[in-house]
């Protein structure tokens, strides 16, 4: 519940951009509504980016797996594949920065790209 | 009366499928001059059956630029197959026959259900009253701009 209340927090964050950039309302009912579809899409994501890292025999959850997840839609693959190849290279400046945090980096790849897929989810809910 | 003798032919060329007699002729990928037959004369749409030809509906991305073509039809020729005309119908499931429900439909529908429940809300947000108590502050982005918003105080 904790992560539903953070979920629909954001959400909310997101409606109101929309609000503010599109000039439409969305009423508190919708705005749970995309919340609870984000939050179910999410597990949905898990499972499926679980099963990819698997199929290529990994453990560990990679950006070509966040990928396949956006296969059906080529404007969302091209937009995530851009995304990644910022995160990848910012990776890379970071790294040569703090050569000591390397080891953080690498971890922390996984969970903020599926956070950017998550978004992108939800934008196009909103939608 | 195409129709009805549409339906009867049907289960009988279902048997005839299955059958033996049709296997010799399907060594090539498309039709043989007796299916195409079969298939001209009891399923393809014509413009004398006065139905449009079914089509689904093609994805767009709002906020994204969209790469897709979309394909074109000929005005009013063709039925955009509806996947929100009876979404009334969609908060429960539908009897299934030989695949299940998958994981993701579930999903769907019990969102569908529960958007039935908010529907009947009028104002204050249950939903919402019942995860703000959870919220940490610490899990979230909080944007500089808008810290005053969705976080209405629970009164």
């Given at each position: 519940?904790?992560?539903?209340?953070?979920?629909?927090?954001?959400?909310?964050?997101?409606?109101?951009?929309?609000?503010?950039?599109?000039?439409?309302?969305?009423?508190?009912?919708?705005?749970?509504?995309?919340?609870?579809?984000?939050?179910?899409?999410?597990?949905?994501?898990?499972?499926?980016?679980?099963?990819?890292?698997?199929?290529?025999?990994?453990?560990?959850?990679?950006?070509?797996?966040?990928?396949?997840?956006?296969?059906?839609?080529?404007?969302?693959?091209?937009?995530?594949?851009?995304?990644?190849?910022?995160?990848?290279?910012?990776n890379m400046e970071q790294k040569e920065k703090k050569k000591k945090k390397s080891s953080a980096a690498k971890g922390e790849k996984t969970p903020r790209e599926?956070?950017?897929?998550?978004?992108?989810?939800?934008?196009?809910?909103?939608? | 009366?195409?129709?009805?003798?549409?339906?009867?032919?049907?289960?009988?060329?279902?048997?005839?499928?299955?059958?033996?007699?049709?296997?010799?002729?399907?060594?090539?990928?498309?039709?043989?001059?007796?299916?195409?037959?079969?298939?001209?004369?009891?399923?393809?749409?014509?413009?004398?059956?006065?139905?449009?030809?079914?089509?689904?509906p093609w994805i767009q991305f709002e906020t994204l630029e969209n790469l897709e073509e979309t394909p074109k039809h000929k005005e009013g020729a063709a039925r955009?197959?509806?996947?929100?005309?009876?979404?009334?119908?969609?908060?429960?499931?539908?009897?299934?026959?030989?695949?299940?429900?998958?994981?993701?439909?579930?999903?769907?529908?019990?969102?569908?259900?529960?958007?039935?429940?908010?529907?009947?809300?009028?104002?204050?947000?249950?939903?919402?009253?019942?995860?703000?108590?959870?919220?940490?502050?610490?899990?979230?982005?909080?944007?500089?701009?808008?810290?005053?918003?969705?976080?209405?105080?629970?009164?």
């Amino acid at each position: 519940q904790r992560l539903q209340a953070a979920v629909h927090y954001t959400v909310g964050c997101l409606c109101e951009a929309v609000e503010e950039d599109k000039g439409v309302q969305f009423s508190k009912q919708s705005i749970a509504a995309i919340s609870e579809i984000t939050f179910r899409q999410c597990e949905i994501f898990a499972k499926d980016l679980e099963m990819f890292a698997r199929h290529a025999k990994r453990s560990t959850i990679n950006t070509e797996d966040v990928k396949l997840l956006a296969r059906r839609s080529s404007s969302l693959l091209k937009y995530i594949t851009q995304r990644s190849e910022e995160l990848a290279s910012s990776n890379m400046e970071q790294k040569e920065k703090k050569k000591k945090k390397s080891s953080a980096a690498k971890g922390e790849k996984t969970p903020r790209e599926q956070e950017a897929a998550v978004t992108e989810s939800e934008d196009s809910n909103m939608s | 009366e195409r129709r009805s003798s549409s339906l009867q032919h049907k289960s009988a060329l279902f048997s005839c499928v299955t059958g033996h007699k049709q296997m010799s002729s399907h060594e090539s990928w498309s039709l043989s001059p007796e299916e195409y037959e079969t298939w001209d004369r009891l399923y393809r749409i014509k413009e004398s059956d006065g139905i449009q030809e079914p089509v689904l509906p093609w994805i767009q991305f709002e906020t994204l630029e969209n790469l897709e073509e979309t394909p074109k039809h000929k005005e009013g020729a063709a039925r955009e197959l509806s996947l929100s005309e009876w979404s009334l119908w969609q908060s429960r499931p539908f009897p299934t026959s030989l695949v299940d429900h998958s994981e993701r439909c579930h999903h769907f529908i019990s969102v569908m259900e529960m958007m039935e429940q908010l529907r009947q809300e009028q104002g204050d947000c249950s939903y919402e009253r019942q995860l703000q108590p959870h919220l940490r502050l610490e899990d979230v982005n909080v944007p500089r701009s808008r810290r005053h918003v969705s976080v209405a105080s629970p009164t």
